[in-house]
């Protein structure tokens, strides 16, 4: 998971029928390694800077759309295509990320409230959020424990005694 990698949001075009990659930068997301729940994303990754992507990831939000969800697998085959066909084409559904795709992250993987339809943005705009942070054991590689970590509704039914919560607020 050391190597470079870059990640692209799965957006409908105007037609309605076909879409395309819209790539992720700090101006359109809020925190860096987060992904909405509402979209899916397609993810390059290479072992080393210099070559063709080895893995490429198709990410889907929980929320995503059953449209977004099969753009971002037929926009994955597409984009391997254009590069020779040698990579190797990877589902990630949210909350079942392997140990490899957290890894590229540092371990600092967020998946925010919202996403985008049709360039209508729906996210968490008041200010105050309410992440959700969950462990897991890892018997692979360094065996550093991977950690997904979901911003939930900021009420009290979300909070339990069995998770670790972060509340981040204006101030």
């Avoid at 929320?63 to 971002?72: D, F, L, Q, T, V």
């Avoid at 985008?116 to 550093?144: A, H, I, P």
Wanted: hydrophobic share 30%; with cysteine.
């Amino acid at each position: 998971g050391q190597g470079p990698w870059n990640v692209s949001r799965v957006e409908r075009l105007n037609n309605g029928r076909n879409g395309k990659l819209v790539p992720v930068t700090s101006a359109n997301h809020p925190l860096p390694n987060s992904f909405y729940e509402g979209d899916s994303y397609v993810l390059q990754y290479s072992v080393r800077a210099g070559r063709k992507p080895d893995v490429i990831y198709f990410w889907q939000g929980s929320r995503s759309s059953r449209w977004e969800k099969g753009a971002s697998a037929i926009l994955t085959v597409n984009l391997d295509d254009k590069i020779g066909g040698v990579a190797k084409q990877a589902r990630v559904v949210m909350g079942q990320e392997p140990g490899h795709f957290l890894k590229m992250f540092g371990n600092s993987f967020v998946t925010l409230l919202g996403g985008v339809e049709r360039e209508r943005v729906d996210q968490d705009t008041d200010g105050t959020m309410l992440f959700q942070v969950k462990t897991e054991c890892n018997n692979k590689g360094d065996r550093k424990p991977l950690t997904r970590t979901n911003q939930v509704p900021e009420n009290r039914g979300n909070i339990n005694n069995d998770d670790v919560f972060i509340l981040k607020t204006p101030r």
